[in-house]
């Protein structure tokens, strides 16, 4: 379905779910993993997690902002559910922005999973198709920055129980950013136990509020 700014989205019936908000799918990822995520750090290299790939919005959006700050990233995401072709090409982002980089939406969504692919000399992207509740991260914690954008609680409580968020915030660097659409008080809880000096702050048009931490121990 066509979004408020323009761009799409995709509809799960059998979720009742939405891969991103109707107000715009667009403004939605720019203002809570662009703004709030990826641009609130200092760094020229970046190993970002995101939970889960969907739509690739958020990694198409990642690496043309991150091309135009000069940032290499290391992009590892996880997803159990890619779509499929006949999906994803329904999906035309670079219409709406960065059209530049129309070719590497399409190559985003036809790498290979399981395999580091270098979609240009700054950027990597490695796509596991896995199952968060049993994917096995390193020991050591890898990433700095995290986009937490699993379907809302009340669709997949599964996802946001105590032990996968700690199991996350195992995965994250000191001074680590963890970022998420979800504004429950039950994640912030969990988020602040697991180490995150956490945050509310406005939300994307049609959300009141999201989170935001840093790692902190």
């Known amino acids: ?9 995709i509809y799960l019936p059998e979720l009742d779910e939405h891969y991103h908000s109707v107000h715009g799918a667009i403004q939605e990822s720019l203002h809570i993993y662009i703004e709030q995520g990826l641009l609130q750090t200092t760094k ?6 995101e939970i889960g790939f969907g739509t690739g919005l958020n990694a198409y959006l990642t690496y043309s902002i991150a091309q135009r700050e000069n940032i290499s990233v290391h992009y590892c995401t996880l997803e159990k559910y890619p779509l499929n072709e006949p999906e ?9 922005i960065f059209p530049e980089h129309s070719l590497v939406f399409d190559q985003m969504h036809q790498a290979e999973w399981n395999k580091i ?17 049993t994917f096995q991260f390193h020991e050591i914690p890898q990433f700095d920055l995290v986009y937490y954008d699993a379907f809302a609680p009340g669709k997949q409580p599964e996802m946001w129980t105590d032990h996968i968020l700690h199991k996350i915030a195992a995965t994250v660097k000191p001074d680590g950013i963890l970022v998420t659409y979800c504004a429950k008080g039950t994640v912030r809880r969990a988020l602040s136990v697991a180490g995150f000096t956490m945050e509310r702050i406005p939300g994307p048009k ?3 509020e999201i989170l935001r931490g840093k790692k902190t121990i």
Do not use: C, W
């Open 206 to 208: 049609g959300k009141k």
């Open 44 to 49: 020229k290299e970046l190993s970002v997690l």
């Open 117 to 133: 692919i270098h979609i240009s000399e700054r950027f990597k992207l490695e796509k596991f198709h896995a199952d968060l509740l």
């Open 88 to 96: 994803f090409s329904l999906l035309k982002y670079p219409n709406n």
């Open 1 to 9: 379905m066509i979004t408020e700014d323009g761009s799409q989205t």
